[in-house]
């Protein structure tokens, strides 16, 4: 009995001491979780910073890639380009020769509109002699069918002539993008009081335009319509853009220069040789040599 009170004197109860070792025990691991959850944490200036990281490299790369999208719509689009060349050859030589064309032959024309279809709900093609059939309607059996009509659409072009100015309906921008490409009138017509319609009638085919990226499914060029400036015209593009233009009356002001110079400022064109290459924006004021649309010998040649 005296040794047992004599442990209870001299020291603390064994319960007592396991108790406050237990509490001891439970405060460090509460004191160490609650520091490291301190330092798990973000502040909100480490947030702000993180933030502010990530939108500057964000800036840094979206321009890479708008440019990575821009050339791989060229190179698609060159690509179209060259299938067309291919097909409209392969036409020729199987017609004598010569692009496809209507009316008369002491007046020959190229088809000047821009629907494969009567309306969005058809499913049945236009006749390449129908007066409202695109002139890429004429060569879509060497690309398959009406099914390789995607030869005829950039992939850069959102909005292109969609007949407003002359009443035509409402159809969306979707039903016109397969004839986003426009072919030069002047290469099917009357040239010093003959008619032409073969290739070999262009005499300088490395210099002239057979299409290229456009808002008119076939342009004149002459009455502001391409990229090309005529003697005695002020600014290219007239038609369409300026005071009482098509664009302003019809499409919302809308900027149809870059639909013709669709590609980083620059105009995919395919020359009658079968030679591709862009011509640059300038600005409204300076437009390419006429003479590549005309089919004359050129001051200047196509780079």
Not at 41 to 61: D, H, K, N, Q, R
């Amino acid at each position: 009995m005296g040794r047992v009170l004599g442990t209870i004197s001299t020291g603390e109860l064994p319960w007592r001491s396991e108790a406050k070792g237990s509490k001891v025990k439970n405060a460090k691991q509460q004191t160490n979780g609650s520091r490291f959850g301190r330092r798990a944490a973000f502040t909100l200036i480490e947030l702000l910073v993180v933030i502010a990281i990530i939108a500057i490299l964000a800036g840094m790369l979206l321009p890479a890639l708008s440019r990575a999208k821009s050339m791989g719509q060229m190179a698609r689009c060159a690509s179209n380009l060259h299938q067309i060349y291919l097909g409209v050859t392969m036409y020729a030589d199987d017609f004598g020769g010569s692009f496809h064309s209507i009316g008369p032959r002491t007046a020959p024309e190229i088809p000047n509109d821009g629907q494969w279809f009567s309306n969005p709900t058809s499913k049945v093609p236009l006749t390449q002699n129908d007066s409202m059939a695109y002139w890429g309607v004429a060569y879509a059996n060497y690309f398959g069918g009406i099914g390789g009509r995607g030869a005829f659409r950039c992939p850069g072009a959102k909005i292109v002539d969609e007949w407003l100015d002359v009443g035509r309906p409402k159809y969306g921008h979707e039903f016109w993008l397969n004839s986003s490409l426009g072919i030069n009138s002047s290469l099917v017509g009357i040239a010093n009081g003959k008619a032409h319609t073969k290739l070999s009638d262009i005499v300088y085919p490395t210099s002239t335009v057979f299409c290229q990226d456009a808002v008119e499914q076939k342009f004149e060029g002459s009455d502001g319509d391409a990229a090309g400036q005529w003697p005695g015209m002020k600014t290219i593009l007239g038609e369409w853009m300026g005071t009482g233009a098509i664009s302003p009356r019809y499409y919302n002001n809308y900027p149809f220069q870059w639909e013709v110079f669709r590609h980083r400022q620059r105009c995919q064109t395919l020359w009658v040789m079968g030679n591709i290459s862009s011509i640059r924006w300038q600005g409204f004021n300076k437009g390419c040599d006429y003479r590549w649309y005309t089919g004359e010998l050129p001051v200047e040649q196509p780079r």
